[in-house]
């Protein structure tokens, strides 16, 4: 799934009254963390690098 798809999904699942939980973990030297941030900010998430 592209990245573009994955936030048109979660986009369309958002509902206000009933907020969505992601955790985003990545882990390694090959982790982009724009991604993450892009996939976390579409649903008001945060997103973290180790």
């Known amino acids: ?3 573009e798809t994955l936030k048109l999904e979660l986009e369309r699942a958002t509902d206000p ?5 992601v955790v985003l973990l990545g882990v390694g030297p090959d982790v ?3 991604e993450l ?3 976390a900010a ?7 690098r180790r």
């Open 1 to 3: 799934m592209s990245l």
């Open 17 to 21: 009254t009933r907020p969505i939980r």
């Open 32 to 34: 982009n963390k724009q």
């Open 37 to 39: 941030d892009e996939i």
């Open 42 to 48: 579409t649903t008001g998430g945060r997103s973290f």
